[in-house]
Antibody, heavy 121, light 107 residues
């Protein structure tokens, strides 16, 4: 079965960075993509960015471009999302989700359980 | 590309039908429109993709339709377990975007 398992909740101070992992199993990553979506408390869903095996440069939403790094570690089948210069507005649940193809134009058929990131002084 | 969902909230009785709307600020290729269900404390679950294709395991009470800028998710014979937020998503244009959601409550 397909599984996406994310790292646990984290608390950070303003200005710090956070790195969230998403370990995938049960499928061949090279044929799919991993996207990151965030959900602020009581709010809707915002696309953050994506990565796939075949692209050189991950693509990020303009809202995060200067602060965001998405990477993929092949040996461990793990995707990472690192967000820097955190503010209280970054407090949210961050989800990884599997795209059904290896392009940006995809919907998401499997989701991780979510990782709560709290930013507070 | 902004997606606007309406109504914001629906409160219906079991057995009734629900019609949820998703309107786009510009034309969306219907191949690139999806619907998700999110229950409290859970990750979203894919219901519909390509505007009208049900995802694996989704009951036929859920159906999607529409084209251009207007899309609809219909839920027939509502059950208590359908109580959730519902989001539309377009994936034809970057950045990928989601609608603000419709909350469906079962009386």
């Amino acid at each position: 079965q397909v599984h996406l398992v994310q790292s646990g909740a984290d608390v950070k101070k303003p200005g710090a960075s956070v790195k969230i992992s998403c370990n995938v199993s049960g499928y061949n990553f090279s044929q799919y993509s991993i996207h990151w979506v965030r959900q602020a408390p009581g709010h809707g869903l915002d696309w953050v960015g994506w990565i796939s095996d075949g692209i050189v440069f991950p693509q990020y939403s303009l809202s995060f471009r200067d602060r965001l790094t998405i990477t993929w570690d092949t040996p461990t089948s793990t995707a990472y999302m690192e967000l820097s210069s955190l503010t209280s507005e970054d407090t949210a649940i961050y989800y990884c989700a599997r795209g059904v193809n290896d392009t940006v134009s995809t919907h998401f058929d499997y989701w991780g359980q979510g990782t709560l990131v709290s930013v507070s002084s | 590309l902004v997606l606007t969902q309406s109504p914001g909230t629906l409160s219906l009785s079991p057995g009734e039908g629900a019609t949820l709307s998703c309107r786009a600020s510009q034309t969306v290729n219907s191949v690139y429109l999806a619907w998700y269900q999110q229950k409290t404390g859970q990750a979203p679950r894919l219901l519909i993709y390509g505007a009208s294709t049900r995802a694996t395991g989704i009951p036929d009470r859920f159906s999607g339709s529409g084209s251009g800028t207007d899309f609809t998710l219909s839920i027939s014979r509502l059950e208590p377990e359908d109580s959730a937020m519902y989001y539309c998503q377009q994936y034809g244009t970057t950045p990928l975007t989601f609608g603000g959601g419709t909350k469906v409550g079962i009386k």
